[in-house]
């Protein structure tokens, strides 16, 4: 077979079926070998989703079976990679540990196995809970280089029959070619450079690594400054992690940091702990995803995102609040450095803000709506700190108010909204709490809702006696809650939420401010209306022929 033919290989037509859209190479039909022929259909695939869906296709279609499974170890166990018929939520929670089931045995030993009926036999029988139509069950090892990288398994011949040696041979040149194409990829991804975020993902989710490795600024003054802390032991090539410190606020004293200096502590872990935990995993980290270029920012924005609700959240919980309220400062020095170093990219910072629960997304949503249109109109530099720690925290007090009032789906009474006006005054409260709040801080929490024309509450305030960043928080606001679904009301888009503003709320806001933020997020989508024009000219200008 030549390059070019080889080149042009692509899916069997669809009579024979190798799966629709598997394979984007012009197709041709060649005759050879059925070797030959499955070597280069599975070659030629340079995406592991697709290869693995590829190899099942393929598998399924060769060897006349209804079902099929592809798994590959990943961090000491097996997990299915593709499946011919199990759905993707069995996919995603099933592991089998190397050494045990039909599955972890072939994969242990590196040898196929087949069995003419699982049901009957003794090894296997009683850890499968399964009928099949056809008890006939073939399991085949991916070994690279004298390394078993995964299994294919196959069951129920369409013809009910048990597997034959022709069949068995089949599937080793299937497992073949699928090791060498899954090997090739491998060693590509490998010369890429990760990404800060793939790597600490990849981290994450490796199921060898129980422990996370913590920042010296994590511990002082983050997201890890009142955990349990652990210390790691290596021994004979094997990892242990022993209790250090059983968490609170004294890490730092001096006692702790000589016996730091005694022992010569250099890491200190914490365990894996669920998504909160891997939040917090990566706020320790911000300032290394900020600083990768090879991050596009629609990327970091998003984690931005969710780490800022996931702050906001451990600050409602906890008993004291103080560490969060470092971790909240820390964050919106970060995020005033992403705005005022990207101007050019605030769009998209909007672009991905959430719209669908009003209450988890208020903070990031109002905090960067408001310091992007204040970065907009040039307010002072040495307001922006506490302008930013004012908007991301001015609605604290609402998470004090009982949340059957605040997710009632129907209009509150006169004797519930009372209840609600008081958040205002508790958030305001609250803050003041803490040393480290400046007081034009836990001032936007106090007035938020005064409005320009003196109907607004707690006090009543009218026109210039409302500090001029609480007028810009009270647009930013009102604006954030009519594109925001809440129980009462569902979200209307951009257009709708400024014609409400302006026509229906006469008198609220600080008109000339109201005008400024209208004219920025209009801006902002218009350029993303031109952004997205020229993607699409771009992938028509791109796509083959």
């Known amino acids: 077979m030549t390059v070019k033919e080889a080149n042009t290989f692509t899916k069997r037509n669809n009579m024979n079926g190798w ?34 869906k590829l190899i099942i296709e393929i598998t399924t279609d060769i060897l006349k079976v209804k079902n099929a499974s592809l798994m590959i170890i990943e961090g000491g166990v ?8 199990l759905e993707h939520v069995i996919m995603e929670q099933c592991r089998q540990r190397v050494g ?77 070619y699928s090791t060498l194409a899954i090997r090739n990829i491998i060693l590509i991804e490998k010369s890429k450079k990760r990404s800060v975020i793939e790597e ?18 994590s511990l002082k ?50 365990p894996k702990n669920g998504r909160k935990q891997y939040l917090r995993f990566f706020e320790a980290n911000l300032e290394k995803i900020a600083e ?13 995102n969710d780490i800022a609700i996931n702050i906001i959240n451990d600050f409602s ?32 910072m909007i672009k991905v803000l959430k719209h669908d629960n009003h209450c988890e997304s208020y903070p990031i949503n109002v905090t960067v709506l408001g310091l992007g249109y204040a970065n907009h109109i040039g307010i002072n530099i040495d307001e922006f700190h506490e302008f930013g720690l004012g908007l991301f925290l001015q609605d604290i007090g609402m998470r004090k108010i009982d949340s059957l009032l605040i997710d009632k789906p129907d209009r509150l009474s006169r004797e519930e909204f009372e209840i609600v006006k008081k958040h205002p005054e508790i958030g305001s409260t609250i803050l003041q709490g803490f040393e480290s709040v400046p007081m034009e801080s836990y001032m936007l929490a106090m007035l938020h809702h005064e409005n320009f024309d003196g109907s607004g509450y707690p006090y009543g305030l009218q026109g210039n006696d409302i500090e001029y960043r609480s007028r810009i928080s009270r647009v930013v606001d009102v604006y954030n809650a009519l594109i925001s679904d809440r129980p009462y009301s569902s979200a209307v888009n951009s ?42 000219s771009n992938q028509e200008i791109l796509e083959p022929v």
């Open 19 to 52: 799966g629709a859209d598997v394979l984007e190479i012009k197709k041709t039909i060649f005759m050879g070998k059925e070797e030959q022929r499955i070597g280069i259909a599975l070659t030629s695939v340079f995406d592991l989703k697709r290869l693995y």
């Open 78 to 85: 097996l997990r299915i990679r593709g499946s011919k018929h």
């Open 100 to 176: 045990e089931g039909i599955s972890g045995t072939v994969a242990l030993k590196g040898e196929y196995l087949v069995l003419d009926n699982i049901e009957d036999d003794m090894r296997f029988g009683k850890r499968n809970g399964r009928r099949y139509s056809s008890k006939s069950l073939l399991s085949m090892p991916l070994v690279y280089n004298k390394e078993v990288i995964g299994v294919i398994n196959v069951s129920d011949k369409k013809d009910k029959k048990i597997f034959l040696e022709s069949d068995i041979e089949m599937l080793k040149v299937v497992s073949k």
């Open 200 to 217: 600490l993902d990849n981290f994450y989710y490796n199921e060898t690594n129980k422990f996370l490795p913590v920042t010296l600024q």
């Open 221 to 270: 003054s983050g997201p890890f400054k009142t955990s349990e802390l652990y210390l790691e032991n290596t021994n004979n090539g094997k990892r242990s992690y022993i209790l250090y410190w059983k968490g609170g606020n004294n890490l730092f004293v001096n006692e702790k940091r000589e016996e730091f200096i005694r022992r010569n502590v250099k890491k200190l872990f914490v």
């Open 292 to 304: 990768d270029n090879g991050i596009k920012m629609i990327e970091k924005f998003k984690i931005i």
């Open 317 to 348: 919980t906890a008993s004291d609040g103080i560490c969060d309220i470092e971790r909240a400062k820390n964050f919106v020095g970060f995020l005033i450095d992403i705005i005022r170093n990207n101007k050019e990219h605030i769009f998209d």
């Open 495 to 536: 257009e709708r939420a400024f014609e409400v503003m302006k026509d229906e709320m006469e008198g609220v806001f600080d008109r000339e401010l109201l005008d400024g933020f209208m004219g920025f997020l209009g801006t902002a989508h218009s350029k993303l209306k031109k952004a997205r024009y020229v993607s699409l």
